[in-house]
């Protein structure tokens, strides 16, 4: 396979110092890396300044693939869109062509028609936005979200078109939502456009419930030792034709994060 396609998520080393990104490219870099995912609020670690960001790239021969967004609730969203021409410009400057997109945080309890619609037209707007800066948004199911259900994933892909929206499965928090990924993947194999590659154990759900509080950090663990059917999902993207990033993600790490990403990097070379 391609090695350079296997991407590392770095958001786990830190979000809001540039020796946190520094570190995370000297060690996924030393395992063989070429590429990472980050998150939004990293590049505020910089200031914007665009020259200072390069530099680490190029001193670890390193791109950028994707950054993470995650949508804002209806009272901040004035702020959050004020802020996202800056920010596209950044990361367009960088030559990045996908942005993961996270549904706003926190489930009302009842998910009704209006707050469907509220979330579609969020989702939607985000879209069109950073499509002005040639990169295609990804939407990524995610727990206690608003997009977290595949009734909620259809909602958006559905009434979006594909030019607008594409899809960035992530094979845990599916599982979480009670779907199974194998399933939902299939389903829109041609929308997928981006991955997050992550393992769960049977059961290993926290306690609280899937949507009440969240699933806590710790029931996330490196890649073949949970119960996603890996194989399964790589021999779909394989026949659907993806040939983008394959991006390994661990919240949190049992020991540290450079061993994590180093067994899940082998993990993707060695099953892919």
Same mark, same amino acid.
């Given at each position: 396979?391609?090695?350079?396609?296997?991407?590392?998520?770095? +958001?786990? +080393?830190?979000?809001?110092?540039?020796?946190?990104?520094?570190?995370?490219?000297?060690?996924?870099?030393?395992?063989?890396?070429?590429?990472?995912?980050?998150?939004?609020?990293?590049?505020?670690?910089?200031?914007?300044?665009?020259?200072?960001?390069?530099?680490?790239?190029?001193?670890?021969?390193?791109?950028?693939?994707?950054?993470?967004? /995650?949508?804002?609730?209806?009272?901040?969203?004035?702020?959050?869109?004020?802020?996202?021409?800056?920010?596209?410009?950044?990361?367009?400057?960088?030559?990045?062509?996908?942005?993961?997109?996270?549904?706003?945080?926190?489930?009302?309890?009842?998910?009704?028609?209006?707050?469907?619609?509220?979330?579609?037209?969020?989702?939607?707007?985000?879209?069109? +936005?950073?499509?002005?800066?040639?990169?295609?948004?990804?939407? /990524?199911?995610?727990?206690?979200?608003?997009?977290?259900?595949?009734?909620?994933?259809?909602?958006?892909?559905?009434?979006?078109?594909?030019?607008?929206?594409?899809?960035?499965?992530?094979?845990?928090?599916?599982?979480?939502?009670?779907?199974?990924?194998?399933?939902?993947?299939?389903?829109?194999?041609?929308?997928?456009?981006?991955?997050?590659?992550?393992?769960?154990?049977?059961?290993?759900?926290?306690?609280?419930?899937?949507?009440?509080?969240?699933?806590?950090?710790?029931?996330?663990?490196?890649?073949?030792?949970?119960?996603?059917?890996?194989?399964?999902?790589?021999?779909?993207?394989?026949?659907?034709?993806?040939?983008?990033?394959?991006?390994?993600?661990?919240?949190?790490?049992?020991?540290?994060?450079?061993?994590?990403?180093?067994?899940?990097?082998?993990?993707?070379?060695?099953?892919?």
């Amino acid at each position: 396979m391609d090695k350079t396609r296997i991407t590392a998520s770095i +958001w786990p +080393w830190g979000t809001s110092l540039r020796e946190e990104m520094e570190l995370a490219a000297k060690e996924v870099s030393a395992i063989g890396y070429e590429s990472f995912e980050s998150v939004k609020a990293a590049i505020y670690a910089f200031d914007l300044d665009l020259a200072a960001y390069k530099e680490v790239l190029k001193r670890y021969n390193l791109k950028p693939v994707s950054f993470y967004y /995650h949508l804002p609730a209806k009272e901040a969203e004035k702020d959050f869109f004020a802020n996202l021409d800056k920010e596209l410009e950044f990361i367009a400057e960088l030559g990045v062509k996908r942005i993961c997109v996270q549904a706003t945080w926190g489930r009302p309890e009842v998910m009704d028609k209006n707050e469907l619609d509220a979330q579609l037209d969020l989702v939607g707007r985000f879209a069109e +936005w950073s499509k002005r800066y040639g990169i295609m948004s990804n939407l /990524h199911p995610h727990n206690n979200t608003y997009v977290m259900y595949e009734a909620e994933l259809a909602n958006c892909l559905d009434n979006l078109g594909a030019d607008v929206l594409q899809f960035a499965p992530d094979t845990a928090h599916l599982v979480c939502a009670g779907a199974d990924p194998v399933a939902v993947i299939k389903k829109y194999a041609d929308r997928v456009n981006f991955t997050h590659f992550k393992d769960i154990p049977a059961g290993g759900v926290s306690s609280r419930g899937f949507a009440d509080s969240g699933v806590e950090l710790f029931d996330f663990v490196e890649l073949g030792t949970g119960c996603v059917d890996f194989r399964a999902v790589f021999d779909i993207l394989k026949e659907a034709g993806y040939d983008g990033p394959l991006c390994a993600e661990l919240d949190k790490a049992p020991i540290s994060n450079a061993i994590s990403a180093e067994k899940n990097y082998n993990f993707i070379l060695e099953n892919y």
